[in-house]
């Protein structure tokens, strides 16, 4: 098992900046790929990026590339997402996952609680 912990959510205003860390624990040998994703009230959740875990590959969608940055710190087991630039419509609850990775969110095994960012205008 993989526990993952999502931290610096919070709210800001739009042009802002934040960014969200993802701790793992457990047996993070079975990490191949660190995800992102992002859920709104009432939509369906968002593919935001990932990263590989023994490797420095990112993929971002087009939707976020540009403002958005994936990065990870190995030695503290512990993914990054840098949010700028941020706009009302980032709202959501950010997720992190875990596993062997993909562009969906059943390509991952395991998942954070989600940490809430709110964007104001």
């Known amino acids: 098992q993989v526990q993952l912990v999502e931290s610096g959510g919070g709210l800001v205003q739009a042009g802002a900046s934040l960014k969200l860390s993802c701790t793992a624990s457990g047996r993070t040998d079975d990490v191949y790929k660190m995800g992102w994703f992002r859920q709104a009230p009432g939509k369906q959740r968002e593919f935001v990026g990932f990263?590989?875990?023994?490797?420095?590959?990112?993929y971002l969608p087009n939707s976020v590339k540009g403002r958005f940055t994936i990065s990870k710190d190995n030695a503290k087991n512990t993914g990054y997402l840098q949010m700028t630039t941020l706009k009302p419509e980032d709202t959501a609850i950010y997720y992190c996952?875990?596993?062997?990775?993909?562009?969906?969110?059943?390509?991952?095994?395991?998942w954070g609680r989600g940490t809430q960012v709110t964007v104001s205008s």
């Open positions: 996952a875990a596993g062997r990775g993909g562009l969906t969110a059943g390509a991952y095994d395991y």
């Open positions: 990263i590989g875990w023994s490797n420095d590959n990112s």
